[in-house]
């Protein structure tokens, strides 16, 4: 399994609608976990943290199930601004506090 | 919230060319930075940790002496890609983890990038 997996995408979803995007990770260690959002060309922002079972910001919900190493972010009623790149990104542990991003899911939101 | 700035934002110049690029946290300290690298449509790929006052630690591939780093104080990190060559552009960005925070489980605070392009 690669370190952190993602969904390849990309998604194009209409104004409104619900979208999910899944990420596994290798590293059963890791006790947190980040959804960050990238604009095109783009620093990272952060979007979400994960550290128990899930996380709940308004439209934005991750959810995380450590026995299949897995985390999701679901966005309800889809904006055109929602229209980014989704990292999933897992700390590598350790006292370095190393990161490793997965490739992104392309999202486009579509009027 | 923190605030971690990154100058310059642009830099194109000649092959050969040795860039300079600052990473500052503007209201924290900062003993530990980071610097990564994303080539167009890759993910963010670490280059390299940065410490206050030590040596940094690199990623496996990166060469040290191709792209030197300087922490020398806490809220200032510098890299330098030396003898820039067109393999070189890509879009750098640093982050920083304010000091106090946890360790392995606090988000980290990402510059605004620096695009380089070595013609």
């Known amino acids: 399994r690669k370190e952190v997996e993602q969904d390849p995408g990309p998604f194009n979803v209409p104004e409104g609608a619900t979208v999910a995007f899944n990420c596994t990770y290798s590293?059963?260690?890791?006790?947190?976990f980040f959804w960050y959002r990238q604009d095109c060309r783009k620093e990272p922002k952060l979007l979400m943290s994960?550290?128990?079972s899930g996380n709940e910001d308004g439209r934005f919900t991750a959810q995380l199930n450590r026995a299949s190493q897995y985390i999701s972010l679901l966005i309800r009623d889809s904006k055109l601004s929602d229209s980014a790149t989704y990292l999933c990104?897992?700390?590598?542990?350790?006292?370095?506090?190393?990161?490793?991003f997965g490739k992104g899911t392309l999202l486009t939101v579509n009027p | 919230g923190a605030v971690v700035s990154q100058h310059p934002s642009r830099v194109i110049c000649k092959s050969g060319t040795s860039v300079k690029i600052e990473c500052r946290s503007l209201?924290?300290?900062?003993?530990?930075m980071f610097w990564y690298r994303q080539f167009p449509k890759k993910s963010l790929m670490l280059m390299a940790t940065?410490?206050?006052?030590?040596?940094?630690?690199?990623e496996q591939g990166v060469e040290k002496d191709k792209f030197l780093i300087n922490h020398a104080s806490l809220t200032l990190s510098t890299l330098t890609v030396t003898s820039a060559h067109p393999e070189d552009s890509s879009f750098y960005i640093c982050?920083?983890?304010?000091?106090?925070?946890?360790?392995?489980?606090?988000?980290?605070?990402f510059g605004d990038g620096t695009r380089l392009s070595i013609l």
């Open positions: 994960v550290y128990s």
């Open positions: 982050s920083a983890l304010s000091d106090g925070q946890g360790a392995g489980n606090q988000p980290q605070h």
């Open positions: 209201d924290f300290q900062a003993t530990t």
């Open positions: 940065s410490n206050e006052g030590s040596k940094a630690t690199y």
């Open positions: 590293n059963s260690a890791s006790q947190s």
């Open positions: 990104v897992v700390p590598s542990g350790g006292s370095n506090y190393k990161l490793t």
